[in-house]
């Protein structure tokens, strides 16, 4: 069986910066992450609060840490329940009804609490039924 390097990247536990297809980040924990440069194998270690600063760390390795936080940063529809309505998009706006326990939305079927780097991955989304006032 042959594995993408989507999946690769998923179990090696890391997040592949799209602006920089060598660049890879491996979440540390508590606001850090590890910046790997696949070609060179330089790794410069990031601190959430470090990335709008200059700390030291060269601008590419802090510019993927940053976008690596925000993509992992929560968001609604991760919280979404089972017979809500959204509103999503990815790519293009959609309708989609929660179904399969809290992890799945139709007629898409990509996980909602997606931030990789597959095609499907939400990127903006509010719940439309029931409304706030209905919850």
Same mark, same amino acid.
């Not at 509103?87 to 909602?112: H, I, K, N």
């Not at 609490?113 to 719940?127: M, Y």
């Given at each position: 069986?042959t594995?993408?390097?989507?999946?690769w990247?998923?179990?090696?536990?890391?997040?592949?910066?799209?602006?920089?297809?060598? !660049?890879v980040v491996?979440?540390?924990? +508590?606001g850090?992450?590890? $910046?790997?440069?696949?070609? %060179?194998g330089?790794? #410069?270690?990031v601190l959430?609060?470090?990335?709008d600063?200059?700390?030291?760390?060269?601008?590419l390795?802090?510019?993927?840490?940053r976008?690596?936080?925000t993509a992992?940063?929560?968001?609604p529809?991760?919280?979404?329940?089972p017979?809500?309505?959204? !509103?999503?998009?990815?790519g293009?706006l +959609?309708?989609?009804?929660? $179904?399969d326990g809290?992890s %799945?939305f139709r007629? #898409?079927?990509v996980?909602?609490?997606?931030?990789g780097?597959a095609r499907?991955?939400i990127?903006?989304?509010?719940r439309?039924?029931?409304e706030?006032?209905?919850?």
């Amino acid at each position: 069986m042959t594995v993408t390097r989507d999946e690769w990247d998923e179990q090696c536990s890391r997040w592949r910066w799209p602006e920089g297809e060598n !660049l890879v980040v491996y979440p540390l924990g +508590e606001g850090r992450v590890r $910046v790997l440069d696949e070609r %060179t194998g330089v790794t #410069w270690q990031v601190l959430k609060e470090e990335v709008d600063i200059d700390s030291g760390v060269p601008q590419l390795y802090r510019s993927a840490a940053r976008d690596y936080f925000t993509a992992h940063e929560p968001k609604p529809w991760h919280e979404a329940k089972p017979g809500e309505v959204w !509103l999503l998009e990815s790519g293009a706006l +959609e309708t989609a009804q929660v $179904v399969d326990g809290y992890s %799945t939305f139709r007629p #898409w079927g990509v996980d909602v609490k997606s931030n990789g780097n597959a095609r499907g991955t939400i990127t903006a989304g509010r719940r439309i039924w029931p409304e706030a006032a209905d919850a």
